[in-house]
């Protein structure tokens, strides 16, 4: 083979390695963010392919989908110094993806099981503090929905900061 042969090939390779990399796939449940050296370029929210630089720029996806995160409260007093165990569910979307990116950087950082995580966290002690201005026989009744819009709503408020919208939280079990 002659060695302009060889270099054409390698050239090709380089060629198709550069324009690959260059195509990046945003798929129908998804958002994504392109950075360029860590600073935002760009918000992609419509599916299908998408240029970036090569090398340069990289993607950081999100779901677009209402996502559920179970949290394990443990013990929670009652107003009439009740031990309840507390299993809550929550229903959330990330609406702002860039700035749920400057806050937590990944869904995986949010959600997590330790007493940081922006979720579990915020989720806990909103509970704690309104199990604490309620009985559990009004946990126990009909009333246990208008406690829980409330959790809601407090959650809700605290999220925004992140780019979330909490749909829903509810008590799994009680």
């Keep these: 083979m002659s060695k302009k042969l060889i270099a054409a090939g390698v050239a090709v390779i380089a060629l198709g390695i550069v324009g690959l990399s260059s195509?990046?796939?945003v798929k129908e449940a998804e958002q994504a963010?392109?950075?360029e050296l860590g600073r935002f370029v760009?918000?992609?929210?419509?599916?299908?392919?998408h240029l970036k630089l090569p090398l340069i720029q990289n993607v950081s996806y999100f779901d677009k989908r209402v996502l559920d995160f179970e949290a394990d409260l443990g013990e929670i007093n009652t107003s009439d110094q009740k031990q309840t165990v507390v299993d809550t569910y929550t229903r959330y979307r990330i609406d702002d993806a860039l700035k749920f990116f400057q806050t937590v950087r990944s869904i995986e950082n949010f959600e997590a099981r330790r007493e940081e995580a922006p979720l579990n966290a915020i989720i806990k002690s909103n509970v704690r503090e309104v199990f604490a201005r309620v009985d559990l026989g009004t946990l126990l009744t009909a009333r246990r929905a208008d406690v829980m819009k409330e959790i809601t709503k407090r959650v809700h408020d605290q999220m925004e900061r992140f780019g979330v919208k909490i749909i829903d939280?509810?008590?799994k079990r009680i």
């Excluded at 760009?42 to 392919?49: A, I, T, V």
């Design 23 to 25: 195509i990046f796939t």
């Design 33 to 35: 963010i392109v950075l």
């Design 42 to 49: 760009r918000l992609e929210s419509k599916p299908g392919l």
């Design 169 to 171: 939280v509810r008590l």
